[in-house]
């Protein structure tokens, strides 16, 4: 389908930022992934508009992605086009105690200008690896934060191409949910609503949150950070370690001793690899406790 269609995207996006077989390993945090049949950067919210209304108009398949953190692309690749949205969609300005932030814009980079401005709220997500769009669509949370105590408003682009400002309730968050994806909405941009603190405060909680991810969480290695959900009053490492699954290995992918919530690629592991690995540990952890753990993350292609 993308060949038959090549000619109106290349009206939309320049040459140079539209790539055929584009290996998604070099684009996932957990390294892995085959061929994507489209590859397309997208470089403004006219062009991302303009693009997703092609798609629709023609059932072009597709799938956005912003910095790849919590994705897992099958070895086949992708029979479809795939749309980054990550340095072409990446404006951040501060409004007083607002920041509002493209869908492309690094959480780290809001997290920078919220201490530069002396906003606090925004914290616990300082060292989360992926963007504003993604943490959207996932209602992102660490150290018992989440997008949807901060989220003032989202403008997105609906099935029908408008450009729409939902509000936080009717962005209908839930655990590592929205309406995002439920709706095959867009997301453009994010306005947060933070409060005024102190700078060193801010900065003490920011550097004390950044030694906790390092002592705890196998950051040398990639991954996609925690696989699973976490279960209803229960925590997902806790029950993978009771399984006596520490350090259980399909190919170059390992369940994390460090933390038995990631699944790592600790070298040469492919997706089949940990796709393999994430179905093992969920039959061994239900045999074990009688709770299925579900993926956190999305899988994308054929498995």
């Known amino acids: 389908m993308i060949k038959d269609i090549l000619n109106e995207i290349l009206n939309i996006i320049p040459e140079d930022r539209v790539c055929r077989d584009e290996p998604m390993n070099k684009h996932t945090s957990f390294r892995t992934g085959g061929p994507a049949d489209c590859y397309i950067r997208i470089g403004s919210v006219e062009e991302l508009s303009a693009l997703f209304n092609l798609f629709n108009s023609t059932g072009q398949e597709y799938v956005v992605i912003g910095n790849g953190s919590n994705l897992l692309f099958s070895d086949r690749g992708y029979r479809g086009a795939v749309i980054e949205i990550l340095s072409g969609m990446s404006s951040l300005s501060v409004e007083g105690e607002k920041i509002v932030a493209d869908a492309g814009t690094l959480l780290s980079k809001v997290s920078d200008a919220a201490l530069k401005n002396s906003l606090k709220g925004f914290e616990f997500a300082s060292g989360i690896p992926g963007t504003v769009g993604g943490a959207m669509v996932m209602n992102a949370g660490a150290y018992g934060g989440e997008m949807k105590d901060i989220v003032l408003s989202v403008r997105v682009i609906d099935k029908e191409g408008r450009s729409v400002e939902l509000s936080n309730e009717e962005m209908d968050f839930g655990y590592r949910k929205s309406v995002i994806k439920e709706k ?20 003490s909680r920011i550097r004390e949150l950044s ?16 696989t699973f959900k976490r279960p209803e009053n229960n925590f997902a490492g806790k029950l993978i370690m009771e399984a006596g699954l520490s350090g259980l290995k399909s190919g170059g992918a390992k369940v994390s001793e460090k933390h038995c919530g990631f699944i790592i690629n600790e070298g ?27 993926p956190e993350v999305m899988m994308i292609g054929e498995f």
């Not at 030694?211 to 925690?226: D, I, N, T, V, Y």
């Not at 040469?268 to 579900?294: C, H």
Request: net charge negative; charged share 30%; proline share 3%.
């Open 184 to 203: 095959g909405y867009i997301v453009t941009q994010t306005v947060f609503s933070l409060e005024k603190g102190e700078e060193a405060e801010i900065e």
């Open 211 to 226: 030694g906790m991810r390092r002592e705890k969480q196998p950051l040398e290695f990639p991954s996609a950070g925690s």
């Open 268 to 294: 040469g592991a492919t997706s089949g690899d940990i796709y393999s690995l994430i179905k093992e540990v969920q039959e061994k952890v239900f045999q074990s406790s009688g709770i299925r753990l579900e």
